[in-house]
């Protein structure tokens, strides 16, 4: 899988580095460690998403290698750039406004993800894996295929992709590659309790927004699907972040006998963002890719358009019609 992929690093000097809107743990990760891995090898790297990186994630990255289009994007050392990797994402539709870059971008296109169902043509070269826990543990093995150093720097977020991607090592995709990758960085200095505490810890406004997403809380009549919603107004007013709705999916998913579970979430252009999770049976993936979106059969997401009670009703109808 890595032949294409070692070519061209060893042959090109310079990268550009981006990921997914809205970027989590298994992302931000995968782009710390292989920005890492490539500046010490002697490249010339940028790092560059649509989205800001969350707050939580911000020790990953302490000299900001990560930049933001538009705030602060270096247009010349993008396109000047050889390569660009795409990491824990494999389509344009979930970039962001950086796609429109570098779909345009002269220097070749490497995909590394795991998610299923990728776009045609989205890379020149495309290392995938769905069975891979998390995008993370990819380039993990990709260092490793490259005879590189995993530092203390790579160790940390690659360890943070895993832990993300896996709930902690609670979700279905937890298994023994997961752990023996897991047990090797903590060789190389991991401290499992200090990154959990720094990636799982809470603010108050995310507190405060839990209960009030759980109020949203409804059930369909047969109890197959669950679901909840948050609106920009509700993030106002719990003192909250968009990023502090993540991992709230996961309060709801733990209600017993729920085939589908969802989180509507209201962005700040009005679209509506869909977290999809499934407690076994149901497989998510399909439903996400109906409405242009992707990702796993326990895992998945996509955008539809709004208004919010209008979203929920088109995409529950849909999973009780399967």
């Known amino acids: 899988m890595w032949n294409k992929v070692r070519k061209l690093i060893s042959d090109h000097t310079s990268f550009v580095i981006t990921t ?21 090898v002697g490249k010339e790297v940028v790092v560059v998403n649509s989205s800001r990186t969350p707050g939580n994630l911000l020790f990953l990255d302490p000299e900001r290698l990560i930049k933001v289009y538009p705030e602060d994007y270096d247009a010349r050392r993008v396109e000047s750039a050889n390569v660009v990797i795409v990491v824990d994402v494999n389509n344009w539709g979930h970039m962001g406004p950086i796609a429109k870059i570098l779909q345009n971008h002269p220097g070749k296109r490497i995909c590394i993800d795991h998610h299923q169902g990728e776009d045609l043509g989205f890379a020149d070269v495309v290392a995938t894996d769905s069975s891979a826990a998390a995008t993370g543990i990819l380039v993990y093995e990709l260092i490793r295929e490259m005879k590189g150093e995993i530092t203390r720097t790579i160790a940390d977020a690659v360890y943070t992709a895993i832990i993300t991607d896996t ?19 903590m060789d190389k200095g991991v401290e499992p309790f200090a990154i959990g505490r720094r990636v799982f810890s809470k603010t108050v406004g995310a507190v405060k927004l839990l209960g009030t997403v759980l109020r949203t809380l409804e059930i369909s009549d047969d ?48 679209k509506i963002k869909v977290s999809l999770r499934s407690n076994g049976k149901a497989d998510v993936h399909v439903i996400a890719q109906s409405f242009g979106g992707g990702g796993h059969k326990m895992a998945a997401g996509m955008a539809v358009d709004g208004p919010m009670d209008k979203a929920i009703e088109r995409v529950t109808r849909h999973c009780l019609s399967r």
């Open 20 to 40: 997914h809107v809205h970027p989590d743990g298994d992302a931000i990760g995968s782009e710390v460690a292989l920005a890492h891995y490539l500046r010490g």
């Open 167 to 185: 709930g902690t090592f609670r979700f279905s995709n937890t298994d023994r590659r997961a752990f023996g990758v897991a047990m090797d960085l």
């Open 223 to 270: 109890a197959r699907v669950a679901w909840v919603h948050v609106t920009q107004k509700m993030f106002e007013a719990s003192g909250a972040r968009y990023e502090d709705s993540d991992g709230l999916i996961d309060v709801v998913r733990a209600i017993k006998h729920v085939a589908y579970v969802l989180f509507f979430k209201e962005t700040r252009d009005g």
